[in-house]
């Protein structure tokens, strides 16, 4: 039977929750087991798609075509388990469910509730798609003492109760460090443990956020107020880089104690070689590289995780260190360019929407292109490369994308303008702000004898997506005579995918997101060979 692993938080948000949740998947993968990980989420959002960057951070995209919570980015990134949309859940979701129930007429006029109907639900949701795994790890979004959460917190107090032996807790806390007073307090995690025993869950294992080392005798007070085992009281200390977290996590007994909650005494030992050597590389570069990251989010940096770690990935894949300087795109609208790029070795412009600072991605397009410096374009990034060969290298001086109002020359639209004559999209005040997305894996036929052909190595590919315009296929022919070759398209031919610029060491634009499904263990190509063109790149100062 499958168990399962309930993770929750105490005492401030952001101490890791999703983190510590992939560092235990992994640790248990590691040991031979099958693991799924699953993140139930408070807010109302039915997902967080619509939400802003600087509100949530990035929005994960599964190849289903689920806009989901950042932690399932790392879920996938530790254990190599693709997620799905039955990873992730809000209560928006679930009431979104419920309430359709009602107006359909599902529960026979009976009065809904909290209990047992929104419960019910997201119990449910929890044991859904079992898979077969030996551990389904589920963690609760928000903070203890939130009243948003309760609704989870009593349903997994429930399941609880249901799954008896195959349950688990795992708290994961704050103990800080008053600098004034030279102690760490463990009075914040006591009273954190207090509020989750008093809606009747009683944590097996504490992990304790701490910035320095928490003596024995700290541990075993904890323990003892906590009610739980001293060695079930698991420091979770500050590491150089997040992918060393497992290695940390299995020496201070983290599976071991879980293994032992369950009664499982015959577990092999894990295999961490993987975990050590990339933590090795991470640690003893061999080199380093800078990369400019010329977006609108940056001042959040997880507004794009995915796409940090894959430039990490790609330091790794190729021994070096990656410095990331992370640059507002607007600043490239009254600034020279070369004040901030002089001395990349490379440029990637992410995915984003709307009109503000798209001319700044230009800008950094264009000085890519003349200085012959790496250039990698995601999604968006893609869009505004194409615009700007168009209008440098193709004359077309009002090229431009109808995301940003009409134009003369729509080379970026939506499928349906320049399929019905060119009429701009007419949205009604209560449409569906996510219905109109292309979301998941897509795949995309690459050309024979171009430069991605050669960085995949195979000739189809499929890659997830999350996009509303496209690149207009009407202006193919003219691009291509200018020297922008379309090197990826859709199996039908209808949709590019990928443009590359043949008289350039590495320019490569990409309509779907690679960060996406990049891994420590296994980096994404394009990653790699763009890592590799920046390496070649400052061989050249």
């Known amino acids: 039977m499958t168990r399962f692993i309930f993770i929750t938080g105490g005492v401030v948000s952001s101490l890791g929750k999703g983190l510590a949740s992939a560092a235990l998947g992994a640790l248990l993968q590691a040991r031979g087991y099958k693991v799924r990980l699953r993140k139930l989420d408070p807010y109302l959002n039915v997902d967080p798609g619509t939400m802003s960057p600087y509100q949530h951070g990035e929005v994960y995209v599964t190849d289903d075509g689920a806009e989901t919570d950042l932690d399932l980015g790392h879920y996938e990134r530790f254990t190599g388990v693709a997620s799905r949309r039955s990873d992730n859940v809000t209560s928006g979701r679930i009431y979104q469910q419920i309430i359709t129930k009602e107006r359909r007429g599902d529960y026979l006029g009976g009065t809904v509730q909290v209990i047992p109907h929104v419960t019910d639900a997201i119990k449910a949701f929890a044991l859904d798609e079992q ?32 799954l008896g032996d195959n349950a688990l807790f795992i708290h994961l806390t704050l103990v800080p460090y008053i600098a004034s007073a030279g102690e760490l307090k463990t009075k914040p995690t006591q009273h954190s443990v207090k509020e989750l025993r008093s809606i009747g869950i009683q944590p097996d294992i504490l992990m304790c956020r701490c910035e320095r080392e928490i003596p024995a005798s700290e541990r075993k007070k904890i323990a003892l107020f906590c009610n739980v085992r001293e060695e079930a009281v698991i420091p979770a200390l500050d590491v150089a880089t997040i992918y060393e977290v497992p290695l940390r996590y299995h020496e201070q007994g983290l599976d071991t104690q879980v293994l032992k909650a369950f009664r499982i005494d015959d577990a092999p030992p894990p295999v961490l070689g993987p975990w050590e050597t990339v933590v090795k590389r991470v640690r003893e570069p061999e080199g380093e590289v800078t990369i400019a990251v010329v977006g609108k989010y940056t001042g959040l940096k997880d507004a794009y995780k995915s796409l940090q770690e894959a430039l990490i990935h790609g330091g790794i894949a190729n021994n070096v260190h990656v410095n990331i300087e992370w640059l507002d795109s ?5 600034e020279d360019a070369v004040l901030y790029l002089e001395n990349v070795h490379g440029i990637l412009v992410p995915g984003g929407f709307g009109n503000r600072g798209a001319e700044g991605k230009i800008a950094a397009a264009t000085f890519a292109r003349l200085r012959h410096v790496p250039y990698f374009g995601i999604c968006f990034g893609m869009q505004l490369a194409v615009i700007e060969a168009a209008r440098s290298l193709a004359g077309i001086a009002g090229a431009s994308s109808t995301e940003f109002g009409p134009c003369d020359d729509p080379v970026v639209g939506l499928m349906t303008e320049w399929e019905h004559g060119g009429s701009t999209e007419v949205r009604s005040t209560d449409s569906d702000m996510g219905g109109t997305l292309r979301l998941g894996a897509y795949p995309a036929v690459l050309l024979a004898n171009s430069q991605v052909g050669g960085i995949y190595g195979r000739g189809e590919i499929s890659e997830r997506h999350r996009h509303r315009y496209e690149v207009n296929i009407n202006y193919r022919d003219r691009l291509e005579q200018a020297g922008l070759l379309f090197s990826g398209m859709s199996p039908d031919g209808r949709l590019p995918e990928i443009v590359e610029n043949p008289d350039h060491p590495w320019f490569i634009g990409v309509q779907f997101h690679p960060e996406l499904k990049s891994k420590p263990f296994d980096p994404h190509p394009l990653f790699v060979s763009f890592i590799r063109a920046a390496v070649e790149q400052s061989r050249l100062f």
Request: charged letters at 30%; hydrophobic letters at 40%; glycine letters at 10%.
């Open 131 to 162: 898979d077969d795994c030996d551990f389904i790890l589920c963690e609760i979004g928000g903070t203890i003492g939130d009243i948003e959460s309760l609704p989870f917190l009593e349903a997994i107090r429930q399941l609880g109760n249901e």
């Open 330 to 334: 607007e600043i490239f609208e009254s």
